[in-house]
Nanobody, 115 residues
Framework: QVQLVESGGGLVQAGGSLRLSCAAS????????MRWYRQAPGKEREWVAA???????YYADSVKGRFTISRDNAKNTLYLQMNSLKPEDTAVYYC?????????WGQGTQVTVAS
């Protein structure tokens, strides 16, 4: 079955960096676009970044220029490099895949940015 497992979250000072990972299994990873979302306390889940199978990347305006999405198809792993972190980036971060028309989510990883 499809599984997505995020890791790499933690507590960081404003201006710092973190790299999130999402280990994927149960589907042909290289054949699917992948996305990162986040959900801050009391807010709806929001889209952060996407990476298609051709290597094109897309970012929410709030993270453009600071975050980089990438993938290693040999390791079936999706990454999110987050630089110049701000307190408003504090959220649970989720990776997402739509496989054969069904949405799959990981359990999320907490990112907390202290001011």
């Amino acid at each position: 079955q499809v599984q997505l497992v995020e890791s790499g979250g933690g507590l960081v000072q404003a201006g710092g960096s973190l790299r999130l990972s999402c280990a994927a299994s149960g589907f042909t990873f290289r054949s699917y676009a992948m996305r990162w979302y986040r959900q801050a306390p009391g807010k709806e889940r929001e889209w952060v970044a996407a990476l298609n199978t051709g290597g094109s990347t897309y970012y929410a305006d709030s993270v453009k220029g600071r975050f980089t999405i990438s993938r290693d198809n040999a390791k079936n792993t999706l990454y999110l490099q987050m630089n110049s972190l701000k307190p408003e980036d504090t959220a649970v971060y989720y990776c997402n895949a739509v496989v054969v028309g069904r949405d799959y989510w990981g359990q999320g990883t907490q990112v907390t940015v202290a001011s």
